[in-house]
């Protein structure tokens, strides 16, 4: 019941979210020289739908512990949500480019890739908490089916995503026996994971799909898995 700290928390957010996402933009925009696309694009790319995606997880929680609707903070939660979407798919277009269309070794799949799960398992928690206040903000109300749509797209996305990072990890490490030795980047793996479990749960709880009560489980079964080799070998 922290909501205080919740506020100051989401105001830093959307600070952070301005000063370390737009000079960076822009300095790949103008920058010279420019790498070419196999070189500079990656899944750490996916980030900047994760970034402004939290913004919306967090900002639509606040939604609804106000005393009063607020339009503002109502209106930066939607943009935030369908504008990570748009990003989303600028992002995963270029490197679905690089994956399916360029010479692609092993040492280039990285666990970064698996941010692509990831960034679209968190835009479906925005979604779904949004649609958690719907009853109290008419805009999202007339919206909701349209952000109900949406939750299912990004999650049957996210879904699709597991068994190809799962197929390029055997092809990497048992076909062309790249060493499974500790990285850093191995955390953007856990994250994926344990995003796709929160995002089932609340998606579930808002669109009335019992069917899929299993999934959160095991995702979170295998999340707790990928975490502890992650911190066992760190």
């Given amino acids: 019941q922290w909501w205080t700290f919740a506020w100051v928390a989401w105001i830093a957010g959307v600070a ?13 925009i103008i920058g010279e020289p420019k790498p070419k696309l196999g ?7 996916f980030l900047l739908t994760v970034a ?3 913004v919306a997880v967090l900002g639509a929680l606040l939604l609804g512990h106000r005393n009063e609707p607020s339009q503002m903070l109502e209106l930066t939660v939607l943009a935030a949500f369908t504008l990570g979407l748009v990003l ?13 269309f360029y010479p692609l070794g092993p040492a280039e799949l990285q666990p970064p890739s698996w941010i692509a799960a990831g960034a679209v398992a968190i835009t479906v928690l925005a979604g779904a908490n949004l649609l958690r206040v719907r009853q109290a903000y ?11 749509g ?7 996305t996210a879904t699709f995503w597991f068994p190809v990072m799962i197929a390029i990890g055997i092809w990497r490490h048992l076909v062309k026996r790249v060493p499974l030795r500790y990285h850093p980047a191995y955390w953007a793996l856990v994250f994926p994971i344990g995003m796709y479990g929160v995002a089932t749960y609340r998606m579930i ?8 009560d299993l999934l959160p489980q095991l995702a979170f079964a295998m999340a707790l898995i990928a975490w502890t080799v992650a911190l066992a070998g760190l």
């Fill in 88 to 100: 989303y798919l600028i992002v995963m277009t270029m490197l679905f480019l690089r994956w399916t």
């Fill in 16 to 28: 952070f979210w301005l000063v370390l996402l737009y000079p960076p933009l822009l300095g790949v």
């Fill in 39 to 45: 070189e500079g694009i990656n899944g750490t790319w």
């Fill in 205 to 212: 709880a808002v669109t009335d799909l019992s069917d899929l």
């Fill in 138 to 148: 008419p805009r999202i109300d007339r919206l909701a089916p349209f952000i109900e």
């Fill in 52 to 54: 402004t995606e939290s």
């Fill in 150 to 156: 949406m939750v299912i797209l990004a999650w049957a």
